[in-house]
Nanobody
């Protein structure tokens, strides 16, 4: 079982920055691919970024490339999402997710249905 707790959300003006953190419990963190997803009001949950077990592979959705950076610290069981140049369109609840099956598949998925564990979410609001 993996428990994920996000933090770092808040209210920021357009052009500002936030750093989200997600701390994982359990001993499977280093074996898990990790992802960040977001859901805006009235919209479906969408992929934002993902990182492989060792951090050597990262993926981003096109709308955040060059602005967001995903990273992880396996010694701290923590994955981060550094968000710069924030835009009002980035307003959403942000969720981190873990895919411990990556230990066997070797994959870093961009699909929400591949992630077995989810945090409770943290609200990010970007004002114009």
């Amino acid at each position: 079982q993996v428990q994920l707790v996000e933090s770092g959300g808040g209210l920021v003006q357009a052009g500002g920055s936030l750093r989200l953190s997600c701390v994982a419990s359990g001993r499977t963190f280093s074996n898990s691919a990790m992802g960040w997803f977001r859901q805006a009001p009235g919209k479906e949950r969408e992929f934002v970024a993902a990182i492989s077990r060792t951090g050597g592979i990262t993926y981003y959705t096109d709308s955040v490339k060059g602005r967001f950076t995903i990273s992880r610290d396996n010694a701290k069981n923590t994955v981060y999402l550094q968000m710069n140049s924030l835009e009002p369109e980035d307003t959403a609840v942000y969720y981190c997710a873990a895919d411990p099956n990556a230990r066997y598949t070797g994959l870093t998925s961009r699909s929400a249905d591949k992630y077995d564990y989810w945090g409770q979410g943290t609200q990010v609001t970007v004002s114009s």
